[in-house]
């Protein structure tokens, strides 16, 4: 990172420092916050937040390079939310999505840039996300979350004194995880590694790129998107607070989801399902 | 073509020199260089609120951390929503959830976030400072001098402005006071269901800081003003910090075996079916099912 002539620079200016001071100054938080990209602001997918590649229509159009076993879960997925069903997206009970699919941009976003910690900040649920920028390694002994851990580190591609690119990798991973709301499934032993690459455009600092890579035993190949967020012209944008369980109205009992009416009673989500047992209340024993 | 760590560490280098001695060559070239790196964000002026913060060893989720949850809070409700409190405390005591709304996972809302039942981290900036809480959404209180929006929709964590003041004029910031208005409800104070006015024009003035006689312990004081309260309501939370940590992700959703249905809630039994959560409590009225 530091070359010879760089660090000689340094230490000569320390030591003139210190010779003259004969002490060194205790507090050294400052950090330039020049040297990171402006991320600041509000961003919003472009394309639809619905599906993991915004370029390709949702489900089967996808064209996920799944592996036979997992294209038969898709399918089958794919009839059960065709009558009704949630299929193998979890998100209805309001559990956090998790990566890859909080990269849909299904929520505002914020970016909130500090030397250790990059901060991805998702209205929705409780997504945010820690990109580990501090030079941590992977820790030993890890419980895994939806969201996973990430590591990731800045970038100065064209070497002009300035980051412009932070390179994230994110492991330990639990499930249940799909790619986006058609079900498209991740592979249960969740051991997916996903790479992203963030960078602003060259020709327009409002746009945003996220080259998200995810290995997962569930594809025969890694899987490549390519995800854009445009920033809000608002430099005081409005975050509008969503609250998942407020208004949620499916209801999940034992491995059946219900809904419930706008009269506030349970309902059915599919032709002919069965009511929940009752039989723990005292009157369904009549 | 310095890489951009190597002239973040030059600049700190130079400062340190000509704070140290004030030699005029380091300023000279920190002059230089700045010139090159345009403004950068001074965070010695703000105090150090790095770290995980927790509530001290003992202290459990009641609102005012030095008395007991509940009646012993010795709020001073008016009698109309102290009355409620007292519904909200006998249908509890049932099995119900009385006014406290959290079963279904929603957030708690402000200022009950502030009671911190899950870590939280301060995130400081010159225009925001972010509080980061480990199961739910953030809160941004904006330190860049704007003024409340006049037409902005309402939420449970409200909206917050705050102003950092060095109060002991020694060139740094020390305290942050924070306000927060434009909130909408379900809101209660704690678990136990102490309420907070239906009108839900509270306001909630903070003063946060670090203790004078222990760098790891956290202060804010935190005053409550709001139309079931005969007068504003000031308590002292405090919060240790731990410098050693991980981040947990905390799923409120995820096995949570309260369900909402209509008016009433229910639980999950151990093998997920419906069960009461109160003493002969009537099951779901299933008409929209068909009868076989």
């Not at chain 1, 990209?37 to 390709?56: A, I, Y």
């Not at chain 1, 990430?150 to 994110?170: A, F, M, P």
Request: proline residues 7%.
């Amino acid at each position: 990172m530091l070359d010879r002539n760089s660090i000689g620079f340094i230490a000569m200016v320390l030591m003139l420092g210190a010779a003259v001071s004969g002490a060194w100054v205790a507090d050294v938080r400052a950090w330039d916050d020049t040297l990171y990209p402006d991320l600041k602001g509000q961003w919003r997918v472009v394309g639809g937040p619905m599906r993991f590649d915004p370029n390709k229509p949702w489900g089967p159009g996808q064209e996920a390079p799944l592996t036979a076993e997992y294209q038969a879960i898709f399918e089958a997925n794919l009839k059960a939310q065709a009558v009704g069903g949630q299929g193998t997206t979890p998100t209805y009970t309001c559990l956090s999505p998790g990566m890859p699919r909080v990269t849909n941009g299904y929520g505002q976003i914020e970016f909130v840039v500090t030397p250790e910690t990059t901060h991805v900040l998702v209205q929705h649920i409780h997504d945010n996300r820690r990109i580990f920028t501090d030079g941590r390694t992977w820790p030993a002994d890890l419980e895994p979350s939806f969201l996973g851990y990430s590591i990731g580190k800045w970038v100065d591609n064209d070497r002009d004194g300035r980051y412009h690119q932070l390179e994230v990798e994110t492991r330990h991973f639990k499930g249940p995880r799909a790619f986006d709301s058609s079900g498209i499934p991740l592979h249960n032993d969740n051991q997916t590694i996903v790479k992203e690459r963030i960078f602003i455009d060259k020709s327009d600092r409002d746009l945003l790129h996220n080259e998200v890579t995810v290995t997962d035993n569930a594809l025969t190949r890694p899987w490549t998107v390519s995800k854009r967020y445009r920033r809000e012209p608002d430099r005081q944008p409005f975050w509008r607070e969503v609250n998942c369980a407020e208004n949620n109205n499916h209801v999940e009992i034992g491995k059946e989801n219900y809904m419930l009416s706008a009269d506030g009673l349970l309902m059915p989500t599919r032709k002919d399902q069965p009511a929940p047992d009752l039989r723990y209340f005292v009157q369904s024993k009549k | 073509m310095l890489h951009p760590s190597t002239i973040g560490v030059i600049t700190r280098s130079l400062a340190f020199a000509s704070m140290a001695v004030g030699i005029m060559p380091a300023v000279a070239l920190a002059v230089a260089l700045a010139a090159t790196t345009a403004q950068g964000f001074d965070e010695t002026k703000y105090p150090d609120w790095s770290g995980q913060w927790r509530r001290p060893p003992g202290v459990s989720i009641q609102w005012d951390p030095t008395k007991p949850l509940g009646r012993g809070q010795q709020a001073p409700l008016t009698a109309e929503y102290q009355a409620l409190f007292e519904a909200s405390l006998a249908d509890q005591a049932k099995g119900g959830q009385g006014e406290d709304a959290r079963f279904t996972c929603i957030p708690p809302g402000m200022p009950r976030i502030m009671t911190i039942v899950w870590p939280a981290e301060f995130v400081i900036l010159p225009k925001i400072t972010y509080v980061n809480f480990e199961n739910h959404m953030p809160r941004r209180i904006y330190t860049d001098g704007r003024s409340f929006p006049t037409n902005e929709e309402p939420s449970l964590m409200g909206y917050s402005i705050g102003q950092w003041l060095d109060t002991d004029g020694d060139g740094r910031y020390d305290t942050l006071e924070v306000e927060t208005r434009n909130l909408k409800g379900p809101r209660t104070f704690e678990t136990t269901g102490l309420p907070m006015h239906k009108d839900n024009k509270t306001i909630v003035k903070e003063r946060i800081t670090l203790d004078k006689g222990d760098p790891d312990i956290l202060l804010d004081e935190i005053t409550t003003i709001d139309n079931a309260l005969t007068r504003p309501w000031t308590v002292i939370k405090k919060y240790r910090r731990y410098r050693d940590f991980i981040w947990v992700e905390n799923n409120c959703a995820e096995g949570n075996a309260h369900v909402g249905i209509g008016k009433e809630n229910y639980m999950l039994s151990a093998d997920g079916l419906l069960m009461p959560a109160r003493k002969n409590q009537a099951p779901p009225d299933l008409r929209y099912f068909q009868q076989r």
